[in-house]
């Protein structure tokens, strides 16, 4: 029996705007989304939110806050995540693709301009109503 897989955010957040990658990987083709991945086994949440920040960015992020989850369910892949998103303050560094190979490029944007189309998990979390400045 499949089960669902833990995936990991890090909603970064310099003054007023918040940073979105523009994904090529297969889930999630052409959609923005978070820095982000798979929490790796024995490895806290929070943690994972900053590794894949810098491996993804290379930007230094720093107080991560437990913000929202989401249930995030991608019928037509087969797949199903359950997405802790993290809250962070942004430390320094400019956002960088590290990963050609997944990310297009990085843009920073407003909490009320978000992009479109948004990847599953964070129009999700938008749904929700969520603000990530509620906890900065």
């Known amino acids: 029996m499949k089960r669902p897989a833990v995936g ?3 909603i970064i957040v310099k003054e007023d705007m918040i940073l979105l990658g523009k994904r ?15 929490l790796e086994l024995s490895e806290e949440p929070e943690k994972a939110a900053v590794r894949e920040t810098l491996e993804e960015t290379g930007l230094a992020v720093r107080n991560p806050r437990f913000g929202a989850m989401t249930n995030d369910i991608f019928a037509d892949m087969g797949r199903h995540y359950i997405t802790l998103h993290y809250v962070c303050k942004y430390e320094l560094g400019e956002p960088r693709v590290m990963e050609p190979e997944k990310c297009e490029k990085w843009e920073w944007f407003r909490w009320d301009s ?3 189309p948004l990847f599953p998990p964070v129009r999700n979390l938008v749904k929700q109503g969520f603000s990530p400045f509620d906890l900065v």
């Open 8 to 10: 990991v955010s890090c």
């Open 24 to 38: 090529k990987s297969t889930l999630g083709k052409d959609t923005w989304a978070f820095p982000g991945g798979h």
């Open 114 to 116: 978000l992009p479109e």
